[in-house]
């Protein structure tokens, strides 16, 4: 059974840091594609950021460039997102997902997913 198991969300003030990890296990982790989405109240489900099998690869949405860094441990199955200079319109749920090797930033494409951590940015 593939668990996505997020943690790391909470509560920070604008401009502040807060490091996401994602623990994966019932999977060949090494083989999969990660992504980092999250959804807001009333809005659509959106990638944050993404990364490849072997980790030499990265994608990051354009609002999050210079301020988020995605990052993988293969040895330990685990994910992390590095949130420095949160702004208020980070806040949402933040969501980790897996897909069988290669990148994309369609949340529709992926086949696992965690159950979500709250990120709430306060002005």
């Known amino acids: 059974q593939v668990q996505l198991v997020e943690s790391g969300g909470g509560l920070v003030q604008a401009g502040g840091s807060l490091r996401l990890s994602c623990a994966a296990s019932?999977?060949?982790?090494?083989?999969?594609?990660m992504g980092w989405f999250r959804q807001a109240p009333g809005k659509e489900r959106d990638v944050v950021a993404a990364i490849s099998w072997t980790g030499g690869r990265t994608y990051y949405e354009d609002s999050v460039k210079g301020r988020f860094t995605m990052s993988r441990d293969n040895a330990k199955n685990t994910v992390y997102l590095q949130m420095n200079s949160l702004k208020p319109e980070d806040t949402a749920v933040y969501y980790c997902?897996?897909?069988?090797?290669?990148?994309?930033?369609?949340?529709?494409?992926?086949?696992?997913w965690g159950q979500g951590t709250q990120v709430t940015v306060s002005s």
């Open positions: 019932g999977l060949t982790f090494s083989s999969y594609a």
């Open positions: 997902a897996a897909r069988k090797r290669l990148t994309s930033t369609r949340p529709d494409t992926y086949d696992y």
